[in-house]
T-cell receptor, first 116, second 112 residues
């Protein structure tokens, strides 16, 4: 099973709202990722968690707050977003990213976020 | 600067044609290169992963090659079908951190 699940599929939120995106995998992967993708553009990395610790933050604004409660779950907490934050948010996972062998990243279906 | 480029940006072919998608990268010190497929509004589906020590990988009608010295990878699709219509992305991983650097993608349309 190479499935990464994401909820919700669609989210509309106002600029003063607080919401969360969720991602789950049961493949035993120890690395999980958040990407942001604008229309007609490739995904851009936001955060990487390795063994439940934040290992990469690509200078993402603090209105995006990631959380990794355990090795299977990844959340992205959203607060005071701007309309330009509207995008497809993709979660991915892979096996140990720190070892000598590099592994495939598996992506979820994404959450389509619209900020009004 | 580590950059990944895909040419062409869009490609339209008749059904049954064999085709090649190109990916080039500026820094040859890669860990691996991964090809993905993305349908409109959907997530990414991993097609093939080539480790830096490998020259090619095959899966069904797909064959991906890697030439680190020239900074190039190609994705060969044999006997294309309308169901192959999608955007194809290549992504390069340069270090142990797991970060992928994506090309801009090639939007493929296979006409019946």
């Amino acid at each position: 099973d190479t499935e990464v699940t994401q909820t919700p599929k669609h989210l509309v939120m106002g600029m003063t709202n607080k919401k969360s995106l969720k991602c789950e995998q049961h493949m035993g992967h120890r690395a999980m990722y958040w990407y942001k993708q604008k229309a007609k553009k490739p995904p851009e990395l936001m955060f990487v968690y390795s063994y439940e610790k934040l290992s990469i933050n690509e200078s993402v604004p603090s209105r995006f707050s990631p959380e990794c409660p355990n090795s299977s779950l990844l959340n992205l907490h959203l607060h005071a977003l701007q309309p330009e934050d509207s995008a497809l948010y993709l979660c991915a996972s892979s096996q140990d990213p720190t070892g000598a062998i590099s592994y495939e990243q598996y992506f979820g279906p994404g959450t389509r976020l619209t900020v009004t | 600067k580590q950059e990944v480029t895909q040419i062409p940006a869009a490609l339209s072919v008749p059904e049954g044609e064999n085709l090649v998608l190109n990916c080039s990268f500026t820094d040859s010190a890669i860990y691996n290169l991964q090809w993905f497929r993305q349908d409109p509004g959907k997530g990414l589906t991993s097609l093939l992963l080539i480790q830096s020590s490998q020259r090619e990988q095959t899966s069904g009608r797909l064959n991906a090659s890697l030439d680190k010295s020239s900074g190039r990878s190609t994705l060969y699709i044999a006997a294309s079908q309308p169901g192959d219509s999608a955007t194809y992305l290549c992504a390069v991983r340069y270090n142990q951190g797991g970060k992928l650097i994506f090309g801009q993608g090639t939007e493929l349309s296979v006409k019946p």
